[in-house]
């Protein structure tokens, strides 16, 4: 069983990497920590209690809330254009009884990493400030933790949010440059590969055939919801009736490593300058001494949409 901890912004995609995780035989989910992002991290927090509850987990899915800013405290607001004003295209899901931890999203990471010494991998689906403080309070996180998959930068795509910029990461560079620098077993889902991968509306009629019983209330939420990130794609991307998949190919990455292809370069990210969050990756043969960062260069776009899909038939 891969025991995994999950970081997200609670939006659209990162709803159906959730609900995707929840549903996986071979996954527990071991907690939803949140950030700011698509919507703020209450209203994340809010979102990933809704979608547990909808997925009906057989077990407790703890979720912590956490950064409500970056390192550098410069947040503009929540995208209420690409998510929706609640960050789940609008819908409104039934409200669940489980409310929030106490402890901050940072803290929880650090402890249950100290818990459970070498078994976690945590999935991020935001911006890194919620591990970078967890790193701060804990500095052994990166040999406690089994390893770090996150959905984030770009190699050599076009970025999203600028020329070379992917929004996770320019979200919040200095986290990101601090996990970077810090020793993890680092895997980086970038736009190289989440661009390649696309649910289109036949993806979802699809599913809306072939849903098993139990996972009929997901795929009604998926059809609400979707309509709105496959319009904001129309608006802003040209993408008729298709959407990348993010968040979840990052999911299916962490937990089925062969549907992508690595290479392992040393990387920073840039900080300063007019293009901060670019993730600049040495090819030098001498490169600089930073960490190897497992880059996503390729994947099987195929397989990947089939085991994400059919993760909710019958
Ligand atoms: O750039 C895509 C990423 O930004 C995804 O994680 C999406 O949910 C947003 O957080
Ligand atoms: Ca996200």
């Not at 899915?61 to 609640?86: F, M, Q, S, Y």
């Not at 790193?135 to 933790?145: A, F, M, S, Y």
């Not at 794609?233 to 937990?255: E, F, G, S, T, Y």
Request: charged share 20%; hydrophobic share 45%; with cysteine.
């Amino acid at each position: 069983l891969k025991q995994i901890l999950i970081d997200a912004d609670t939006g659209i995609d990162d709803s159906i990497a959730i609900l995707f995780a929840l549903k996986r035989p071979d996954v527990r989910v071991m907690g939803v920590t949140t950030g700011f992002g698509n919507t703020t991290a209450r209203q994340a927090a809010e979102n990933s209690l809704r979608l547990i509850r909808l997925a009906g987990a057989p077990y407790e899915v703890p979720v912590a809330v956490g950064a409500t800013e970056p390192l550098a405290g410069n947040w503009k607001g929540p995208d209420p254009h690409i998510h929706g004003p609640n960050g789940i295209g609008g819908v409104e899901l039934p409200p669940s009884p489980q409310q929030p931890l106490e402890e901050p999203a940072w803290a929880f990471i650090a402890r249950m990493a100290r818990e459970h010494p070498g078994e976690l991998t945590l999935v991020t689906l935001a911006r890194m400030t919620n591990l970078a403080k967890a790193l701060e309070i804990e500095p052994d996180l990166p040999r406690l933790l089994k390893r770090v998959v996150f959905m984030g930068g770009t190699f050599h795509a076009p970025g999203n949010v600028s020329p070379v910029a992917e929004a996770n990461i320019a979200g919040d560079p200095e986290a990101a440059d601090r996990v970077f620098q810090a020793g993890f077993d680092l895997t980086m889902v970038g736009l190289d590969v989440t661009q390649k991968v696309r649910l289109t509306t036949d993806h979802v009629a699809i599913l809306d055939k072939y849903a098993a019983p139990e996972n009929r209330p997901i795929v009604d939420y998926l059809k609400q919801a979707l309509p709105f990130y496959f319009r904001f794609n129309r608006l802003q991307n040209n993408c008729l009736d298709h959407c990348p998949v993010h968040d979840p190919l990052a999911m299916l990455a962490a937990v089925d490593p062969s549907v992508v292809t690595v290479r392992t370069i040393p990387a920073r990210v840039e900080c300063g300058g007019s293009l901060p969050g670019m993730v600049v990756a040495d090819l030098r043969e001498h490169p600089i001494e930073a960490p190897g960062v497992s880059i996503c260069v390729d994947v099987d776009s195929r397989r990947a949409l089939e085991e994400l899909l059919t993760t909710f038939m019958a």
